[in-house]
């Protein structure tokens, strides 16, 4: 009964490749978000959907494209990834409405790494 | 943008000790602080956080302040014990009831309570 759950947990990949990462939410949630991770610690928003809209687009390059089915699922797809796209890639949700929005739910983490 | 700076990036206490982490952000419109402690291998999770109208607030050995005249907002822990070992995140953001919550993180600090 994991709240917010990320596939897969690893990825190794060859620079170049195109690779995806899903994640869904079973706490209710309207708004999702990915964030990245990088080897400093650094946490850095990328994307947010509001029930299945982008609000959020951080100058993040176009070869990553979040998709977003239904409000309880937000997939990221990156295209010809780079060196520098090695990181921990986190979704998260979080609950919208007055007052209501605030704390963030973070999944378990994707550790992308180009080679 | 916002800009949250955080700090010491490093901090080692004795066990029993108290710690504190200092965090200042740039934009004076924020009206959200929440703390987020990440454990190796997590996702971060939020232990405490606080709004613009209120400049304390404490729950069991954790205790946040928040100055918005010199826009800076504190983490207190006391009693320290071995499994408060972990990275600490103060962020900072604009709440907006309909698009969720856009947090700017610090850079982070990572806690370790010696035995």
């Known amino acids: 009964d994991t709240a917010v759950s990320q596939t897969p947990k690893y990825l190794v990949t060859q620079m170049g490749n195109d690779k995806s990462i899903k994640c869904e939410q079973n706490l209710g949630h309207d708004t999702m978000y990915w964030y990245k991770q990088d080897s400093k610690k650094f946490l850095k928003i990328m994307f947010s959907y509001n029930n299945k809209e982008l609000i959020i687009n951080e100058t993040v390059p176009n070869r990553f494209s979040p998709k977003s089915p239904d409000k309880a699922h937000l997939n990221l797809h990156i295209n010809s990834l780079e060196l520098g796209d090695s990181a921990v890639y986190f979704c998260?949700?979080?609950?919208?409405?007055?007052?209501?929005?605030?704390?963030?739910?973070f999944g378990e983490g994707s550790r992308l790494t180009v080679l | 943008g916002e800009n949250v700076e955080q700090h010491p990036s490093t901090l080692s206490v004795q066990e029993g000790d108290s710690a504190v982490i200092k965090c200042t952000y740039s934009d004076s419109a924020s009206n959200y602080f929440p703390w987020y402690k990440q454990e190796l291998g997590k996702g971060p999770q939020l232990i405490i956080d606080i709004r613009s109208n209120v400049g304390e607030k404490k729950d069991q050995r954790i205790a946040v302040t928040l100055n918005k005249t010199a826009k800076h907002f504190s983490l207190h822990i006391t009693e320290t014990q071995p499994e408060d070992s972990a990275v600490y995140f103060c962020?900072?953001?604009?709440?907006?009831?309909?698009?969720?919550?856009?947090?700017?993180f610090g850079g982070g600090t990572r806690l370790m309570v010696k035995p």
């Open positions: 962020a900072a953001s604009k709440v907006n009831n309909n698009a969720g919550n856009m947090l700017t």
């Open positions: 998260a949700s979080s609950p919208s409405g007055a007052y209501s929005a605030g704390e963030l739910f």
